[in-house]
C-alpha cells in the first residue's frame, strides 16, 4: 500500500527534524543530563513537527544504544516507531475528551512500565479535552510516578487552563523556513528520481505556509500525476493557482479602465478551474511584489520568485503609481475579507474588478500614503475661524466643502502632481476652508469599526457642507440615504468627536437640490 510522503519521511531521530534547532537542543541536553521533565506542552501551528519530536523523545527516553539516544534501530526505536511498545501510549483528545477517559488515564499511570524505563503519554490535540477532564488531570499531571511522563501537543495554547499551563515545560515550534522546505524537498525528489525546478519548489514552499506536512502533501498531489518533471506550471495546475502573467496582464487592464477585458479574462481563468479565493489571495500578493520591487533593488530574497518573473513585476512596477498599488491592496484585502463569509465570492471578486478599473487615477484623488490638501480661489467665500468646531464661528453662513477630485468631471480636472506647491488662498480668505474630506474619512474609520454595515454609508456618501448648526451628507442613492437615516445618532456622535461641536445632519442624494433637502419635515425639525 502506498504511503504518503510526510509519513514515509517522518523524522527517526532528532537530527532529522527540520527548523526547530532550540527544541533539538534542549531535548537532546536532557536527555544526555538524565533531567527531563515530567510533563511537556508542545505548541505551534499544524505540520511544523510537535507529534514527531514527541515520539522521538519518547524513543530517546526508553532507548536501548549507550551511544546518541535515540538511535532509531534498537528494538524500543523500532516498537515505538511502529505503534506497538507498550509503554508509549497516544491519546487523541478531540475523539477521547471527557472525564471517564481521564479517569482511565490515572488508573493506568498507577502501573510501572511493562518493557521499557518511561511510561510516556502522548496527549494530541489537548486544547479539546473538556473543563471536568482537565480538572481531572490536574493532580496526575502535578505530580506523576517518577516513571512517567507527560507530553501535550496543541494548536491552540491560549485554550488551555492556566493551571495546566504552570505544570508543564512549554516549548513553542516555529514555522519552519522556506529554505529549509525546499532543501527537505529537493532531497526528496532525488531520492525517488524525480526532476523538480527550483521554481516549483519555491511556489510549493510559499502555499505550505511553514508547514512541513503542508508542503510533502503538495509535493505528494505533484507526484501522484505520473510526470517524472515536475515545472511550476504543473504545480500552479495542482493548486488551483494561476502564473504571473496572468496577474501582470490583469493589473494593467484595470490600470487602463479596461474594465470588459478584465472581466473576460477574470472568467477565463475561473473556467479553467481556478479557486476564486485562491486567486485573490494571489492577486494581492502580486501588488505586494509591485511594492517590493518599488523600493529594494534586488528582491530576490523577499519574493520569492525567479529571475524572469522579477523582472516583469519590475518593470509594471515602474509604471504604475504608489497609490494605485496602495489602492489596490486596500480594495483586494477588503473583498478578501468579506469572501470568508459568502457563498458567491466569485460575485465580489469581479465588483472589485470594476471598483478598481472605474475609478478616477489615483494621482487625481486622496490615498492613504498622500493625502495632498489643495486649495483654491475661484471665489470668496466667509471665512471660518479654527474655533468654529468647537464654539460660536464667526460667520453663521454655512461653508461649502471643496469637492474632492473624485466627485470632478475627468474632462475637467487634471491629475494633481503631488509634487507642486499649493495655491495661495486669495488675501480675502483669512483662513482654511474645513477639509472635509478628511473630516469624513476619520468619521468613516470610527464608524466602521462600530458598526460593519457603516461600510456602506462611508464609501458611498461624502460630507459636502460644516455649517454652524448643521452638516450636509451627500449620498449615491436613496437606498444609502435611508440607511445613513437610520444611523443618525451614530454620525451625528462621530461628528461631533472630530468637529469639537454637536451640529444636526442633513442628508440628500446626488443631483438633489440643496434647497430641497433644507425643507425638513416637523418630525426631522423636532427630533
Known amino acids: 500500500m502506498y504511503t504518503a510522503l510526510y509519513r514515509a519521511y517522518r523524522p527517526e531521530v532528532f537530527d532529522e527534524i527540520l527548523g526547530q534547532e532550540h527544541i533539538v537542543r534542549i531535548l537532546k541536553n536532557q536527555i544526555n543530563t538524565d533531567s527531563t521533565s515530567h510533563a511537556y506542552l508542545f505548541c505551534g501551528t499544524r505540520g511544523t513537527g510537535k507529534t514527531t519530536t514527541a515520539r522521538i523523545l519518547a524513543k530517546g527516553l526508553n532507548c536501548e544504544s549507550d551511544g546518541a539516544k535515540p538511535c532509531g534501530t534498537c528494538s524500543v526505536c523500532k516498537g515505538i516507531k511502529d505503534g506497538v511498545f507498550l509503554d508509549v501510549v497516544e491519546i487523541d483528545a478531540a475523539s477521547n475528551n471527557g472525564v471517564d477517559n481521564i479517569r482511565e488515564l490515572r488508573e493506568s499511570v498507577k502501573y510501572p512500565p511493562a518493557v521499557g524505563r518511561k511510561k510516556v ?108 518533471v515536475i515545472n511550476a506550471a504543473d504545480v500552479l495546475d495542482f493548486l488551483g493557482a494561476s502564473g504571473e502573467e496572468t496577474f501582470i496582464e490583469l493589473t494593467d487592464m484595470v490600470r487602463h479602465r479596461k474594465t470588459a477585458d478584465a472581466l473576460v479574462l477574470l472568467d477565463r481563468v475561473l473556467s479553467d478551474g481556478k479557486d476564486v479565493r485562491q486567486f485573490m489571495r494571489d492577486w494581492v500578493n502580486h501588488y505586494r511584489n509591485l511594492l517590493m520591487t518599488k523600493f529594494i533593488k534586488d528582491p530576490q530574497g523577499v519574493i520569492n520568485m525567479s529571475f524572469e518573473n522579477i523582472d516583469r513585476i519590475r518593470k509594471q512596477s515602474g509604471s504604475i503609481d504608489l497609490a494605485d498599488i496602495n489602492r489596490g491592496i486596500i480594495e483586494i484585502s477588503r473583498t478578501m475579507n468579506e469572501a470568508r463569509w459568502s457563498t458567491q465570492p466569485r460575485i465580489l471578486l469581479e465588483l472589485v474588478i470594476v471598483k478598481l478599473s472605474s475609478e478616477i487615477h489615483p494621482a487625481a484623488v486622496q490615498t492613504q500614503f498622500i493625502q495632498p490638501q489643495q486649495q483654491t480661489a475661484a471665489k470668496p467665500q466667509a471665512a471660518v475661524k479654527p474655533q468654529a468646531f468647537g464654539g460660536a464661528a464667526e460667520s453663521a453662513e454655512p461653508q461649502e466643502c471643496e469637492k474632492p477630485a473624485a466627485f470632478e468631471e475627468p474632462e475637467k480636472s487634471e491629475p494633481v502632481s503631488f509634487a507642486e506647491e499649493e495655491v495661495k488662498p486669495a488675501e480675502h480668505v483669512p483662513a482654511e476652508t474645513p477639509d472635509c474630506d478628511e473630516i469624513w474619512n476619520a468619521v468613516f474609520e470610527d464608524g466602521e469599526a462600530a458598526k460593519g454595515s457603516f461600510y456602506m454609508i462611508g464609501s458611498s456618501g461624502r460630507l459636502t457642507e460644516i455649517g454652524e448648526h448643521h452638516f450636509v451628507v451627500e449620498m449615491s442613492s436613496q437606498l444609502v440615504k435611508d440607511h445613513a437615516e437610520k444611523n443618525r445618532q451614530l454620525l451625528e456622535d462621530l461628528m461631533e468627536k472630530h468637529t469639537g461641536k454637536r451640529r444636526r445632519m442633513e442628508l440628500k442624494t446626488a443631483g438633489e437640490n440643496p434647497a430641497q433637502s433644507g425643507e425638513r419635515s416637523v418630525e426631522e425639525i423636532a427630533r
Request: proline residues 5%; glycine residues 6%; charged residues 25%.
Open 121 to 228: 503519554y502522548i496527549i494530541d490535540e489537548v486544547h479539546m479535552l473538556s473543563s471536568g477532564a482537565f480538572n481531572a488531570l490536574l493532580k496526575t499531571l502535578e505530580e506523576p510516578p517518577e516513571y512517567v511522563t507527560f507530553i501535550l501537543a496543541t494548536t491552540e495554547p491560549q485554550k488551555l487552563p492556566a493551571t495546566i499551563l504552570s505544570r508543564c515545560m512549554r516549548l513553542d515550534f516555529k514555522r519552519v523556513p522556506e529554505t529549509v522546505l525546499i532543501s527537505g524537498m529537493a532531497e526528496i525528489c532525488e531520492k525517488r528520481g524525480i526532476k523538480v525546478t527550483e521554481d516549483a519548489l519555491r511556489i510549493i514552499a510559499a502555499n505550505a505556509d511553514g508547514s512541513v506536512r503542508d508542503g510533502l502533501s503538495i509535493l505528494d498531489q505533484c507526484i501522484s500525476g505520473g510526470d517524472m
